[in-house]
């Protein structure tokens, strides 16, 4: 069924206000997916904070002028989904390549992060990506260590001075006896 103009209007502005605020993006073929499969894919992607549309390829290339995705302009040709992460800059990714897994039909055409445009190889890189609870462990662990070091530095000195103490007292005690 064709959009009506008013329809297209607020699907660019809607799309171009979920660029706006997304962190990476997805474009891949669909053709020869089936209606269940798309559902299956959409139920996944909403539940990883990722905003999934089909839009057609006009219309998305005016919804991504003046956001980050404007270099996704020239790999927009074929029957796409568009796949915007809103959470976390690697769910996309996670979400797309675990469903191309188990689902041939869904190629990956292009991966955007940043204003700058990857290729479909480049979708492994992004789904590796820690989430935002990964990667904040991972920096209270950069952080924690500095501070682990000192401590077992300043602790040492007086281990040290308690060690040196009773090896000579036992000197002592084993020289009077």
Request: glycine share 8%; hydrophobic share 45%.
């Amino acid at each position: 069924m064709a959009l009506k103009l008013d329809d297209k209007k607020a699907l660019v502005a809607e799309v171009n206000e979920v660029a706006k605020r997304a962190y990476s993006a997805v474009a891949a073929e669909y053709r020869g997916l089936t209606a269940g499969k798309f559902d299956e894919l959409r139920s996944k992607a909403r539940a990883n904070g990722v905003y999934l549309h089909v839009v057609k390829n006009t219309l998305a290339t005016r919804a991504v002028e003046g956001t980050d995705f404007e270099c996704l302009k020239t790999a927009l040709v074929g029957p796409l989904v568009l796949g915007f992460s809103l959470e976390d800059p690697g769910a996309v990714g996670r979400v797309i390549k675990d469903f191309a897994k188990d689902n041939e039909k869904l190629v990956v055409k292009a991966v955007a992060v940043g204003g700058t445009l990857y290729g479909a190889k480049d979708i492994e890189r992004l789904a590796s990506l820690p989430t935002r609870e990964q990667a904040l462990s991972q920096l209270a662990g950069v952080l924690k260590a500095p501070v682990s070091k000192l401590a077992r530095t300043l602790a040492e000195a007086p281990a040290k001075t308690a060690r040196a103490i009773k090896a000579v007292a036992d000197a002592k005690q084993g020289a009077s006896a």
